[in-house]
């Protein structure tokens, strides 16, 4: 090979790589922008947290009551969180989502929202604290469960091996007590090293590796430990499957299923997911056992039940007759559903048979019993039975739509 042509294609090459490199920064997907949300709320107001969303009802946080909002040491009183720039729909709540705001609508900037009580909220995008706003870090879940004998538990966090705290100090961030004895607290994406400690820091694990994902640690009074990052509460319990006959009127029916109270959803926006075609007429869908809160919906999430509180672990069926009308069972119900079909079509069925039996024993009544020329008279009870027949058919159709059908 001349040396002309491997210089022709190291050129070639050294092109070919360059518009690689190019073709592959323009492909990277830009950094979500976010704006900073400032809250300063009544002091019985405890854990203020934020509940943000979109006009197509696309959620900022995964589960209510939402996002918790930080303290801003340079500006006592005031709390500070950032949310997606989208995310223009927000609702100030605290302590554990029992006391709220009415919803605040953003311009997609930087805000300052003052709560004088639930009713009386003022908002201004003009700034109202001191000093630069934090800046945004991304952050994810421990969950700690510590043995009855460790108080007050805990989490400190850092990166190794260079030993950056995430904390200013030993014992760390206090972790807050949550559901079923698990305690939580968030730390920076960035640390990829955890010590749950509790009694002020004299009781300890030792150095925990993690990446740097939600996951929950279980601890023995003696420190040593189990982690996972799948809910040890949740994963054990297996799916169960939603059966729903829904109104007639209700296009493309869709479920929304998550956890009461801790409002842990199953799907990330509203009106959820649709379901699937099953047997007998029955619309269906698989759903996390741990479950116990669904709505059906349709129209694109326009028409909806209220909420339905049901049993964790088990198979249901819903046969949905409008937003407060609805009939649950754990078992295939007899006359909901897909009986009602059957139902349908055995009454059907038994009205044919009749009126064939009928037709026979009029036509052999009439040879046996009636003058040549007066067979026509046979007609009417024929012409009676159709009518039974469709009024029979037409109530079990009726019938099926109330129970399958309407509001």
């Known amino acids: 090979m001349s040396k002309a042509i491997k210089r022709t294609l190291r050129l070639v090459l050294s092109m070919l790589l360059l518009f690689s490199a190019v073709s592959l920064s323009a492909l990277a997907a830009p950094e979500e922008e976010r704006v900073a949300v400032y809250v300063q709320v009544p002091s019985d107001w405890e854990d203020p947290c934020l509940w943000a969303w979109d006009e197509d009802g696309n959620n900022a946080f995964e589960a209510w009551p939402g996002g918790e909002m930080d303290a801003d040491s340079a500006n006592e009183g005031w709390y500070y ?90 014992p760390g961030f206090a972790m807050k007590e949550g559901e079923n004895g698990w305690y939580s607290a968030k730390a920076p994406v960035w640390v990829n090293s955890i010590i749950i400690n509790g009694n002020e820091g004299n009781v300890q694990t030792e150095d925990i590796s993690i990446d740097p994902a939600e996951i929950w640690v279980t601890v023995e009074a003696d420190g040593s430990y189990d982690f996972s990052y799948v809910d040890p509460d949740k994963e054990a319990v297996p799916n169960v499957t939603v059966h729903v006959m829904a109104p007639a009127d209700w296009e493309g029916p869709c479920l929304w299923a998550w956890s009461a109270p801790d409002g842990t959803n199953v799907y990330s926006t509203w009106p959820g ?88 024993q009029d036509a052999a009544a009439g040879e046996a019993a009636e003058p040549a020329g007066t067979k026509g008279a046979g007609a009417a009870p024929v012409v009676a039975v159709i009518v039974v027949i469709v009024a029979a058919a037409g109530a079990g159709v009726y019938w099926k739509k109330k129970k399958a059908g309407g509001k």
């Open 81 to 170: 969180i950032w949310i997606p720039a989208w995310a223009n729909h927000v609702i100030v709540n605290a302590n554990e989502g029992s006391v709220q705001t009415g919803e605040v609508v953003l311009d997609g900037k930087d805000a300052w929202i003052t709560v004088k009580d639930a009713e009386t909220v003022e908002l201004s995008q003009e700034k109202l604290t001191e000093g630069e706003t934090p800046e945004y870090v991304e952050k994810f879940i421990v969950h700690a469960k510590v043995d009855e004998s460790w108080t007050d538990p805990c989490l400190w966090a850092w990166s190794a091996p260079d030993g950056t705290n995430a904390f200013e100090a030993w």
């Open 273 to 360: 997911e649709a379901f699937a075609e099953g047997e007998n007429g029955w619309l269906e869908k698989e759903i996390p056992g741990w479950v116990n809160s669904v709505i059906v919906n349709g129209n694109e999430g326009s028409v909806q039940t209220s909420d339905i509180s049901v049993e964790t672990g088990k198979d249901l069926w819903l046969v949905v007759k409008g937003p407060e009308e609805y009939e649950l069972s754990y078992e295939v119900p007899e006359v909901s559903g897909a009986p009602v079909e059957e139902a349908a079509v055995a009454e059907t069925a038994d009205a044919s048979e009749a009126a064939d039996a009928a037709e026979t």
